[in-house]
């Protein structure tokens, strides 16, 4: 009888330990979570801004038939 009640006191232990210790992980991750977060925002506002100078780069290239009439005319 004080065996079982032995047993259980050691299994309610390593219940109460694992507890704790899953908390312990879960505020790891929930920080790690966050911090994921951030960094994501952060490279799609960097993507963002190379997105937006690649465009701009873009709308000041000539167009195609401009090209070709400046090579004809600059032909010898």
Known sequence: ???DFSKLSDKV???AEL????????????K?????AVDNAELT???QEAH???AALMDRLP???EI???????SP
Request: proline share 3%; charged share 30%.
């Open 1 to 3: 009888m004080i065996s």
């Open 13 to 15: 232990n390593q219940l």
């Open 19 to 30: 507890v704790i210790s899953l908390r312990s992980e879960n505020i790891a991750l929930q």
């Open 32 to 36: 790690y979570a966050v911090s994921v």
């Open 45 to 47: 506002r960097r993507m």
């Open 52 to 54: 937006d100078r690649v």
């Open 63 to 65: 167009s195609e038939p």
């Open 68 to 74: 070709e009439a400046k090579d004809v005319e600059e």
